[in-house]
């Protein structure tokens, strides 16, 4: 069963990039899921963030495109999220997580592993 | 993009039955999956797709679809059912993903 893990600074401040990496453990990161990081504000919410395919393919929530950016690195079979121009809006607790669209199903879509969850503050 | 509406929150008697719904045009094209979340926890998968549990999850956990509503039922809710429920699907132009609002589920 694949497991994944969040890692990076808890603290960001204003203006500054935010920076997480998910590793991934009990499979391989380039198998047929899409990965994705999801984040919740406090007290709020599940929203979406972002998706990469192992081939590099990504897709961005329309709302953070200009802010985010998610790539794979597969010789360390791990994927990384970027969000710039970070403010007090974004601080959150950021989720990644393991996308199944199963062959055959397009019309499939669902998170079916997720880490455990980092917390980001955006504060000076 | 598209968004899913559900109810903020829904109360079931300790061994009733409840129906959280889900409401959204992309759920006309798209399944939608269900995620339970309890303070403090990571989601966790419920029912995805036509009406599939994951390994693990009890049976009184049932999905259903129709037209642009998907439904998330309990039959016989427990104390420990008691959760925050997302529910999930691609949006109707299949580039981005989409949340719903949650329902704050309480057992009483």
């Known amino acids: 069963q694949v497991q994944l893990q969040e890692s990076g600074p808890g603290l960001v401040k204003p203006s500054g990039t935010l920076s997480l990496t998910c590793a991934v453990s009990g499979g391989s990161i380039s198998s047929s899921n899409w990965w994705s990081w999801v984040r919740q504000p406090p007290g709020k919410g599940l929203e979406w963030i972002g998706e990469?395919?192992?081939?590099?393919?990504?897709n961005y929530n329309p709302s953070l495109k200009s802010r985010v950016t998610i790539s794979v690195d597969k010789s360390k079979n791990q994927f990384s999220l970027k969000l710039s121009s970070v403010t007090a809006a974004d601080t959150a607790v950021y989720y990644c997580a393991s996308v199944v669209v199963p062959a055959g199903h397009p019309y499939y879509y669902y998170m079916d592993v997720w880490g455990k969850g980092t917390t980001v503050t955006v504060s000076s | 993009s598209s968004e899913l509406t559900q109810d903020p929150a829904v109360s079931v008697a300790l061994g009733q039955t409840v129906r959280i719904t889900c409401q959204g045009d992309s759920l006309r094209s798209y399944y939608a999956s269900w995620y339970q979340q309890k303070p403090g926890q990571a989601p966790v998968l419920v029912i995805y797709?036509?009406?599939n549990r994951p390994s693990g999850i009890p049976d009184r956990f049932s999905g259903s679809s129709s037209g642009n509503t998907a439904s998330l039922t309990i039959t016989g809710a427990q104390a420990e059912d008691e959760a925050d429920y997302y529910c999930n699907s691609r949006d109707s132009s299949g580039s981005y993903v989409v949340f719903g609002g949650g329902t704050k589920l309480t057992v009483l």
């Open positions: 797709g036509k009406n």
């Open positions: 990469i395919y192992h081939s590099g393919s990504t």
